[in-house]
């Protein structure tokens, strides 16, 4: 391949983050939740869920559309593209930019999702179901599509650079940070809102999970049942919400002063090739993308600081990860630390990885690790350190972003602090 | 006005994401209100499902709607089916 510049590529740096998620909607609402270490895991809200094997799930609860966008542009979009419009409109806020700053034929759009629209085809199904297919809703494709999270960015936004929309189940936001990088390293945009979205909580789709085992039970201690890497996990716990994160060049950055909350170093992408939803239990895959991560930033292990772990909460993935960690770092995975957001959060899917590099921008901003809360009693098993129920502060120079999806896609992206 | 008038002028505003009191008889759908073609198949069926009874069914076909440019062609078609 013929490099595009001469020279060294540009350096990618984050300068704005958005996040609607359930901890929390806006940088400040988010980082005080991820530094207290407070849960949004609550009893199952958006429906009657009470006849359900798994009755909690991490809600984005009060979320005001209108706020974001007019009513009418709110009726044509599934709740997973309102979240990306809100997120992309607190970024673009959060890194003092506004869309007459921009120049919009040079700023693009990456926003991925896993389950994008499913739970408007569930509903207009039902509806089909009483009224007919003759009476299918215009609006069903173009409110369902998976593309409709970055289209509506893009339109609402007025972004006329190129758009990406891709599925990569839980690995799918961790990706977008990858692309959305590669993206203004090869001049095809200049500024790129990456990040990811999710709303897919329905009877269907937590009856489903729960029959494969994924989710915990812990219906009684809603805020307890997300619990990675402690013995007595017993699954995920479903979340919604979206994040969507600012990337420009450090040189644009410098230029107009903007805070900076990490440069994205770079990327790493394998596949297991193993299980459609079960991870090699050997932590390989995993430990591949790591590795490749950790290369593509030309970063040796030992100036990482902090795993952003995928940690779920699942048997399996945690113990997966931990021996993955263990492969790519050695004796040094024992002086790194690892934690969880979806301790807190409980796992946004398609979301998660924006959500995981959300966090660990601020980690590497305000120098703290955020917390694994509910990891109460160590699994043998997992025993490195997970910043176990408290957040710290920290030394955070270099981050690993982890997100691994059913199907065995894996996707890692490697974060620094920047200087100066 | 008629019932059949607000109910009809209700269900635009609804279907548009509009205040109704930006909705009168001579409105026309696209150029006053910025309904787009797929709003206006979202509204037929709506004023089909609204004005529909089991004894009388209200059918806007895709040629019905294409002439409905104001919220009283639409009010006239459905007096034409004998809904008051």
Same mark, same amino acid.
């Given at each position: 391949?013929?490099?595009? =510049?001469?020279?060294?590529?540009?350096?990618?740096? !984050?300068?704005?983050?958005?996040?609607?998620?359930?901890?929390?909607?806006?940088?400040?609402?988010?980082?005080?939740?991820?530094?207290?270490?407070?849960?949004?895991?609550?009893?199952?809200?958006? %429906?009657?869920?009470?006849?359900?094997?798994?009755? !909690?799930?991490?809600?984005?609860?009060?979320?005001a559309p209108e706020r974001y966008m007019s009513a009418k542009a709110a009726k044509r979009m599934?709740?997973?593209?309102q979240?990306?419009?809100?997120?992309? =409109?607190?970024?673009?806020?959060?890194?003092?930019?506004?869309?007459?700053?921009?120049?919009?034929?040079?700023?693009?759009?990456?926003?991925?999702?896993?389950?994008?629209?499913?739970?408007?085809?569930?509903?207009?199904?039902?509806?089909?179901?009483?009224?007919?297919?003759?009476?299918?809703?215009?609006f069903?494709?173009?409110?369902?599509?998976?593309?409709?999270?970055?289209?509506?960015?893009?339109?609402e936004?007025?972004?006329?650079? #190129?758009?990406?929309?891709?599925?990569?189940?839980?690995?799918?936001?961790?990706?977008?940070?990858?692309?959305?990088?590669?993206? !203004?390293?090869?001049?095809?945009?200049?500024?790129?809102?990456?990040?990811?979205?999710?709303?897919?909580?329905?009877?269907?789709?937590?009856?489903?999970?729960?029959?494969? =085992?994924?989710?915990?039970?812990?219906?009684?201690?809603?805020?307890?049942?997300?619990?990675?890497?402690?013995?007595?996990?017993?699954? %995920?716990?479903?979340?919604?919400?979206?994040?969507?994160?600012?990337?420009?060049?450090?040189?644009?950055?410098?230029?107009?002063?903007?805070?900076?909350?990490?440069?994205?170093?770079?990327?790493?992408?394998?596949?297991?090739?193993? =299980?459609?939803?079960?991870?090699?239990?050997?932590?390989?895959?995993?430990?591949?993308?790591?590795?490749?991560?950790?290369?593509?930033?030309?970063? #040796?292990?030992?100036?990482?600081?902090?795993?952003?772990?995928?940690?779920?909460?699942?048997?399996?993935?945690?113990?997966?990860?931990?021996?993955?960690?263990?492969?790519?770092?050695?004796?040094?995975?024992?002086?790194?630390?690892?934690?969880?957001?979806?301790?807190?959060?409980?796992?946004?899917?398609?979301?998660?990885?924006?959500?995981?590099?959300?966090?660990?921008?601020?980690?590497?901003?305000?120098?703290?690790?955020?917390?694994? !809360?509910?990891?109460?009693?160590?699994?043998?098993?997992?025993?490195?350190?997970?910043?176990?129920?408290?957040?710290?502060?920290?030394?955070?120079?270099?981050?690993?972003?982890?997100? %691994?999806?059913?199907?065995?896609?894996?996707?890692?992206?490697?974060?620094?602090?920047?200087?100066? | 006005m008629s019932g059949t008038s607000d109910q009809l002028i209700a269900i635009v505003a609804e279907q548009l994401r509009i205040s109704s009191e930006r909705v009168t008889l001579e409105s026309s759908l696209i150029d006053d209100l910025g309904a787009d073609?797929l709003d206006v198949?979202d509204l037929s069926i709506a004023i089909?499902e609204e004005f529909?009874?089991?004894?009388?069914?209200?059918?806007?076909?895709?040629?019905?709607?294409?002439?409905m440019r104001t919220v009283e062609d639409i009010l006239?078609?459905l007096?034409?089916?004998?809904?008051?």
């Amino acid at each position: 391949m013929v490099p595009e =510049h001469s020279g060294a590529l540009p350096r990618v740096v !984050i300068t704005g983050i958005g996040p609607v998620t359930p901890i929390g909607t806006g940088v400040a609402a988010f980082g005080a939740s991820l530094r207290e270490g407070r849960s949004g895991v609550a009893p199952i809200r958006s %429906f009657d869920a009470s006849d359900l094997k798994v009755r !909690i799930a991490a809600e984005v609860n009060d979320f005001a559309p209108e706020r974001y966008m007019s009513a009418k542009a709110a009726k044509r979009m599934a709740r997973f593209s309102q979240f990306a419009v809100a997120a992309s =409109h607190l970024a673009l806020a959060d890194a003092g930019l506004d869309q007459a700053g921009l120049d919009p034929d040079r700023a693009g759009v990456v926003v991925n999702t896993g389950g994008g629209g499913v739970n408007t085809v569930l509903e207009e199904q039902e509806l089909a179901a009483r009224r007919g297919v003759g009476r299918a809703s215009a609006f069903f494709v173009p409110t369902m599509a998976p593309n409709m999270a970055a289209c509506q960015v893009s339109i609402e936004l007025g972004l006329r650079g #190129p758009v990406i929309a891709s599925v990569a189940a839980c690995a799918s936001s961790v990706t977008a940070f990858i692309d959305g990088a590669h993206l !203004i390293q090869r001049g095809e945009a200049e500024l790129v809102l990456a990040g990811g979205a999710e709303a897919s909580i329905s009877p269907l789709g937590v009856s489903a999970l729960a029959n494969m =085992h994924a989710l915990s039970r812990r219906n009684d201690e809603p805020a307890r049942a997300s619990r990675p890497f402690d013995k007595d996990r017993d699954g %995920f716990v479903i979340g919604e919400g979206a994040a969507v994160c600012v990337l420009e060049t450090l040189a644009a950055a410098r230029a107009r002063d903007a805070r900076i909350y990490a440069e994205v170093l770079g990327g790493g992408r394998c596949a297991d090739a193993y =299980h459609i939803s079960a991870p090699d239990p050997e932590g390989e895959g995993a430990a591949r993308a790591m590795a490749r991560a950790l290369q593509a930033a030309q970063l #040796p292990p030992t100036a990482v600081d902090y795993v952003c772990a995928h940690g779920t909460g699942t048997v399996l993935n945690d113990a997966a990860e931990t021996k993955a960690i263990k492969q790519v770092f050695g004796e040094y995975a024992y002086r790194l630390a690892v934690s969880s957001p979806k301790s807190l959060t409980g796992h946004l899917m398609g979301a998660a990885g924006a959500v995981s590099v959300t966090a660990t921008a601020l980690a590497l901003e305000r120098q703290f690790l955020p917390p694994t !809360i509910n990891l109460d009693t160590p699994d043998p098993d997992c025993d490195l350190d997970y910043v176990a129920r408290r957040s710290r502060a920290a030394g955070v120079r270099a981050a690993l972003a982890n997100g %691994f999806g059913f199907g065995g896609q894996n996707a890692v992206v490697a974060l620094a602090r920047v200087d100066g | 006005m008629s019932g059949t008038s607000d109910q009809l002028i209700a269900i635009v505003a609804e279907q548009l994401r509009i205040s109704s009191e930006r909705v009168t008889l001579e409105s026309s759908l696209i150029d006053d209100l910025g309904a787009d073609s797929l709003d206006v198949v979202d509204l037929s069926i709506a004023i089909e499902e609204e004005f529909s009874s089991d004894e009388h069914p209200i059918e806007i076909t895709e040629e019905i709607a294409a002439e409905m440019r104001t919220v009283e062609d639409i009010l006239t078609y459905l007096e034409d089916q004998g809904v008051v």
